[in-house]
């Protein structure tokens, strides 16, 4: 490490609240599939900002739209129409199949938008303010006061409880103990299609089936959440359209901007009629010109650059090679995920292992103490699978 960059992590730690523990380089700029740092090294990313951008680095068609924005219209609040925001959500309906669209500045605030309006569609039908919302153990939807009660790991929760109330929890795939929480107050269940943080747990069919059967007979609402999952990562735009079974509300985020931190919830039209009406939410930034220019190229170059079809042409590479170091090494106990959503399992924590790669130059991430995730960009080629895992052999060829 260069003493520049010695400089840089030491004025950071002085002047950033410490609630991440970073790794120790300082990024400098990016292009296609790789990662600079300031001393020029370079990395292969398959984290890609945590499942963010899925069309690369510096994608000259995305910086250029951008660009144009900047100098025409940053910002005008929701007290106004802009049409960047009027395209986006056009489109995002088009690709989602939902029918409206609020948008936000992040996917914990998509979450937050998604229970307001399951409450307020309950509140309309009984006048009462006890309803409850069914949530799934592992999961994980953000970390602000809403998002993080809805969060199934009690770590995350117990230093800022009492959270908002009304949470239960049940288990993922395990449709009984869906059914031991339902009750007359249940107004909303809550899941992600494909649990990332959690460790990289897709639904099955038959538990979300049964769960849209549940909620139908039931009036209550399904909420999906699609934040890392979503924008075709699983090989289809969202990963509830492999299954077919379509949420009342669901949530999106991450890669629907590619950098810009934007976020949406989106609902059927019944739900959308019968629960958020003016005043009743809101946000200054959420939908502005910037954020949805940036939507708006995001969701052309996922068409004109056939992503979707990258990623069902390469993720099969991908669980083929992963499947041959599981096969390698006694110590990786399974593999697991959808698309380009991937996990290996280990019998040990991984820390080391991500660090070691780290060093030689691959960026990865995990997904709990013993799981590596690989969550790289949508564009990546089998020829970038091969390098990953060259590199990562060597890694763990020393373990």
Not at 139 to 158: D, I, K, Q
């Amino acid at each position: 490490m260069s003493e520049k960059m010695k400089e840089y992590i030491e004025e950071a730690e002085k002047a950033l609240l410490h609630t991440y523990n970073r790794y120790q380089i300082v990024l400098d700029k990016g292009d296609g599939v790789y990662l600079y740092d300031i001393d020029g090294k370079k990395y292969l990313d398959f984290v890609s900002g945590i499942a963010v951008f899925a069309l690369g680095y510096n994608n000259k068609s995305y910086n250029d739209a951008l660009k144009g924005q900047i100098d025409k219209l940053l910002h005008t609040s929701n007290y106004y129409y802009n049409v960047p925001a009027i395209e986006a959500a056009k489109k995002l309906k088009e690709v989602s199949g939902m029918d409206r669209v609020f948008f936000t500045n992040s996917g914990a605030e998509a979450i937050e938008g998604a229970i307001k309006a399951a409450r307020k569609y309950a509140f309309l039908k009984d006048g009462k303010n006890d309803h409850e919302i069914i949530a799934m153990n592992h999961s994980f939807h953000g970390r602000t006061f809403g998002a993080l009660s809805v969060t199934g790991n009690p770590h995350y929760r117990e230093a800022f409880e009492p959270m908002i109330g009304n949470i239960r929890f049940a288990d993922l795939n395990d449709f009984d103990s869906v059914l031991s929480c339902v009750n007359e107050k249940t107004c909303a269940i809550l899941l992600e299609t494909v649990q990332g943080e959690g460790g990289i747990f897709p639904a099955s069919r038959q538990f979300l089936e049964s769960i849209r059967k549940l909620c139908d007979e039931r009036d209550i609402l399904l909420i999906l959440d699609e934040i890392q999952c979503g924008m075709g990562r699983t090989g289809y735009m969202y990963a509830w359209q492999r299954y077919n079974v379509k949420p009342d509300i669901m949530t999106t985020a991450k890669a629907l901007g590619c950098g810009v931190p934007v976020g949406a919830f989106l609902l059927n039209e019944k739900t959308a009629q019968n629960s958020l009406v003016a005043g009743d939410h809101g946000t200054t930034y959420g939908g502005n010109p910037f954020a949805c220019a940036a939507i708006n190229k995001v969701l052309d170059l996922f068409k004109q650059d056939n992503i979707i079809e990258n990623v069902n042409e390469v993720a099969p590479y991908l669980e083929k090679r992963l499947d041959e170091l599981k096969d390698k090494y006694d110590f990786i106990i399974d593999r697991r995920g959808l698309g380009l959503l991937q996990g290996l399992v280990f019998d040990r924590p991984v820390g080391d292992i991500i660090n070691s790669a780290l060093e030689k130059g691959l960026i990865l991430i995990n997904a709990g103490a013993q799981i590596i995730r690989f969550v790289p960009p949508l564009v990546i080629t089998k020829e970038n699978v091969d390098d990953m895992i060259l590199i990562l052999d060597t890694v763990l060829s020393a373990v």
